[in-house]
DNA sequence: GATGAATGAGTATTCATTCAT
DNA sequence: TATGAATGAATACTCATTCAT
């Protein structure tokens, strides 16, 4: 038994190095630009060995997007667990959370919110991410449901809650991307404020 | 000297060709996704020809990045013309002007705000873009400067100019690549209600 | 012992598995198209299993053309054994046996008969073949010894035994070939009537 | 012009270069055995080139069964003219033509005829060789239109002749594959008496 | 200027076979 | 005996780029 783990540990384990080798690659590379044997070399396999962990390229991107898409989760829920009951508080939260995986989990980052970007293969065919996009519809219809909340309590103005939370979501997200294509312009923690900033601003453009 | 014009201005026809063909190609199929043949085909040329107009891929992609921020740019003169002359005016005329280079121009947005990203040749290496990130500071530096000069004026409050000015932009592109990612959740109407509702709320920020 | 004995029996269980396996699959999906693991899967065991039982893919491959023959030999030897003792009679038998074989063993039919051909491996290099060969050569000279004997008993005509055996067996196994790669063609019923028919026209040109 | 035509020519005459050394890769290495390094490196070609060519491997192997069959059915229309007009001679004149084919097209005769019988490619799925099979037919037709003609004309006895077709061919090509089988057992003088004497039997069966 | 022909360097994927456990 | 893991060697096919004509 104890061996039998042992071996499951270890491909396990094997599974996880091409994983995080990947993880590093395809952000530098880009999906094309990633070779498997690449992937490989860099965890210490030969190419072929690739196959036994992953049946191809393509699933093995995938299982980085869903890991990415629950590393953001993750954090969302963990934003939001130490966050107050109001929906100012919540929105600040999850603002916050998508701030903290951008600087946390850069890499992840990359891939699932640019990598498929620019990638004919990816961007003009999304099935080939489906996970990608229900799960940011998920995250985005979390935002929508605390503005409607919101909305209902009186608190913010009559907004249309997806549209806003979509919104809110983009324009974070696009100061981030900024931050990704020009990396030099803001220090780590500006970006930090930039975001807490522009929060504040669409919230309080929402309030009453 | 009359023949020689003739062939000039046919070369630069061909040339031209060349562009429309890669700038229709390249975001629809992604940069790797498009080949020679392909833009040489839709040019009515053999691909060997390509290389008496372009030294190599990268530099027609190049070329086409150029002319995006080109046309961008007059988008943006011409709206600041036709503006008034407050702060508020001008910061409107260029958000403005970015939506209706999106909607007008949306393959040349396509290739300078999306394309780039997630090609590992392009996004690791942005030296193989040099004018994209150059002239994008130029435009950012614009509106911090349009900023810079309400906060003289007394009509915005003190913030850093520059940092807002990216902040401005990276919101209104994060909404545009939203609509770009998830092409069904607005109408085009919307998404200018979308750009000109969050400038308004920027720019109310500001105020005082 | 008695263990000895009963792992002994399942070992060669395990192999009449792995060739039972085979059997199927070869005449399926050709030589090439059949993989190890295929094979091995088929049985119930790990690919690397399979080299416990058979030292490399040829060798099974050429097992199973060992006992194809052997099998066809068996019908032959049954058929004579109930046949009359004229040449004509066993003649027929050996026909009749021919097809019976083909009807009720097709896989090993087609295996011994078709899946060498146009396999560059075996068909070029007759050698990774070599019982094939040397025992086709055995039933024909049992043809040609039946002929003999009916030329030296007067009732055939003086034809050249072996030569008239080859072209008899020729014969039969072209139809059956036909048939093979034509199945819509003809119905199994008059397969045999045409194999019948067919001999009795070589006899019939042999008598007298 | 000239230079136009020296070009087309010398294309065409690569392309039989790439043919020719297909036809003779094939029968001796099988479909899959036969790789297109192998065809270009025959034909000094580098294995890209192969793609100006034939867009892929199955192509010149399907373009090789065309030839191989355009090959066979001159032959026999070229015996059938210099042959009688009775039905006996037809017939005599088409298996002529067919030994012909064998002896004189050795590498069409195996591609054709062999090749595909055990390769899984070809063989489970005859929709690869469409042609093949079609062309097949038609060969057969003409055979079974000679015997009808001598049915209606009152030479042959009552047969069904698509059926007495079919066997005569199965029994030719059974004596040839024979002969491929086992090479050493005939020589080609000797196949051609067993042939024509097989020929002979079937004719003299088939009258009155 | 234009192109048909050619190719070097890839690239994902497959598979028979080996070997430590 | 059995196998999971690993891999070397293939292999069809692609594409940016070159060059003689």
Redesign the pocket.
């Known amino acids: 038994m104890k061996?039998r783990a042992?071996?499951?540990e270890?491909?396990q384990l094997?599974r996880e190095k091409l994983l995080d080798s990947a993880r590093v690659l395809f952000p530098r590379h880009g999906y094309?630009?990633?070779?498997?044997?690449?992937i490989?070399a860099n965890a210490?396999?030969?190419?072929?060995?690739?196959?036994?962990?992953?049946?191809?390229?393509?699933?093995i991107y995938r299982a980085l997007n869903a890991r990415g898409i629950d590393i953001l989760q993750k954090e969302i829920e963990e934003q939001l667990a130490s966050a107050g009951v109001s929906a100012r508080e919540k929105i600040g939260a999850i603002a916050r959370a998508y701030f903290r995986f951008f600087t946390g989990n850069r890499d992840y980052y990359d891939i699932i919110a640019i990598l498929h970007l620019g990638q004919g293969e990816f961007f003009t065919n999304p099935d080939k991410v489906p996970d990608l996009e229900a799960r940011t519809s998920e995250l985005l219809s979390l935002i929508a449901g605390i503005i409607q909340e919101g909305v209902e309590k009186g608190v913010f103005s009559d907004a249309d809650p997806w549209r806003t939370a979509v919104t809110l979501w983009g324009m974070i997200d696009g100061v981030l991307l900024l931050e990704v294509k020009k990396s030099t312009s803001f220090t780590k923690v500006r970006i930090e404020q930039a975001v807490e900033r522009m929060t504040e601003i669409v919230v309080r453009a929402l309030e009453i």
Do not use: H, N, W
């Open positions: 061996l042992r071996t499951d270890e491909k094997k094309q630009g990633t070779t498997i044997e690449m490989t210490g396999l030969s190419p072929a060995a690739f196959y036994l962990y992953f049946s191809s390229k393509t699933v």
